[in-house]
Structures are given as C-alpha cells and as structure tokens.
C-alpha cells in the first residue's frame, strides 16, 4: 500500500516553461488536494477535486491548472513557470468526511525551483 | 480574512518533560481540528483530530484540548523524547460538504526534545 506518490520529487525549470506534477493515490479516496508550502507561510491550497472529473479553486490558483481525469490521479500543471512559484508543492487525498475518523494522507512533496 | 497563530519560535524541551504546544485562531468557525507532524523533507502525517463538541482527545503520549470559547487548542506530549522533535502543524476544517473546501494550515511550530 504505496498511499499517495508523488513524481517528480525534485524538478528545476526555466522562467516560462511548463511543466506537470503527478499525484497518485491508491486508498480509493474521494478528495484529493494539493498545496504549496513556503518558509513563513505555512501550506496554502492551491486547488482541490471533490472526485473524478471535478475541480475546484483553493486559496491560491492562479498560475496553476489541475485535471483529475481518473479517480487516483490528480495532475498540477504550470503553464509559464515564474520564480514566484519556486516551493515545496505537497498533494494530499481524504476519505469524504474524513473528519468523522482521520485526517488527510500526503505525499513527500515535490520541491520545484524556478531560475 | 481567517487567521491562525502557532508559536513562531522553536520551543526547546528537555526530554522527559511535557511540550506544550499553542494554536490560536481568528474570524474561523471550525468544525475541527487537526494536528499533524511534518519531518524535514516529508510530508505532514496526521496525528489527532478533535471535533467542536469535544473538549480533550488522547492518543498515547498525547493530548489536545479545544476551546471554542479561547478560539485556541493545546498540543501535549508528556513523558517527551528526543524522536518527538519534528514540526507540529495545527489545521482547522469545516464539515461543509463532507469537509470537500479543504483544511487551512497554521505555520507550524518547530519543536526541539534535547537529551
């Protein structure tokens, strides 16, 4: 049982390139979730999926698109990468109502810079 | 805009003794709230949650109290060890559809166990 993985875990890329992070998740969770994660500022939302096919904002969208095209995957993408979105970008699955028994399962965490 | 407040500075224990860690909150209602552990270069990993009706929950070595009246809950760990020393993240929700819109993460506090 892997829980949820997230590829890649290190990426470097160039003002203006695109680029896509995969998040899996093999629990069969509803929820799926991903955050940025920067010194100061604590995990913000960036988009979240209420399940396949769904998509909605977070905290801080813009820059990013996301697809969940399959219930365990939900794919981040960056259209034009800015410095601004150099951090550590953490996906993150829940059961629906997860707050009646648990909490949330992350990934490690994919650290992206960009020059 | 909601808000909220975990000790900044990192909180120096000796082992052996009780860490006592704060979450304060502010223009937030939550249904619950979580605490999770974060290691350097991992993702956080859920620890206790704790709902508004409830005032204390345990797990072990640990402890957490929720105020709703303070807007503030207490992190304990008693009988501390140097393999406790971690970032604790404090992440509040609301069970608004199924608790779908997503948790808002504290800072975090850096917690330090010394032998």
């Known amino acids: 049982n892997a829980g949820v993985t997230q590829t890649p875990k290190f990426r470097v890329l160039k003002t203006g390139q695109s680029m896509t992070l995969l998040c899996a998740q093999d629990?069969?969770?509803?929820?799926m979730y991903w955050y940025r994660q920067d010194p100061g500022m604590g995990l913000r939302l960036i988009h979240y999926?209420?399940?396949?096919?769904?998509?909605a904002k977070g905290e801080v969208p813009d820059g990013y698109n996301v697809s969940r095209l399959k219930k365990q995957n939900f794919l981040l993408g960056l259209e034009s990468a800015a410095p601004s979105q150099t951090s550590v970008y953490f996906c993150?699955?829940?059961?629906?109502?997860?707050?009646?028994?648990?909490?949330?399962?992350f990934g490690s965490g994919t650290r992206l810079t960009v020059v | 805009s909601q808000k909220i407040e975990q000790n900044s500075e990192a909180l120096n224990i000796q082992e052996g003794k009780t860490a006592t860690l704060t979450c304060n909150y502010t223009?937030?209602?939550?249904?619950?709230l979580q605490w999770y552990r974060q290691d350097p270069g991992r993702g956080p990993v859920f620890l206790l949650l704790?709902?508004?009706?409830?005032k204390e929950k345990r797990k072990e070595r640990l402890k957490v109290t929720f105020d709703t009246t303070l807007k503030q809950s207490l992190f304990h760990i008693t009988a501390s060890q140097p393999a406790d020393s971690a970032t604790y993240l404090c992440?509040?929700?609301?069970?608004?559809?199924?608790?779908?819109?997503?948790?808002?993460f504290g800072k975090g506090t850096h917690l330090i166990i010394q032998p």
């Open positions: 993150a699955s829940s059961q629906i109502q997860y707050y009646r028994h648990g909490g949330y399962t």
């Open positions: 629990m069969n969770h509803e929820y």
């Open positions: 999926s209420v399940g396949e096919g769904t998509t």
């Open positions: 223009n937030y209602s939550p249904a619950y």
């Open positions: 704790i709902r508004e009706n409830e």
């Open positions: 992440a509040l929700g609301r069970a608004t559809g199924g608790g779908a819109d997503g948790l808002t």
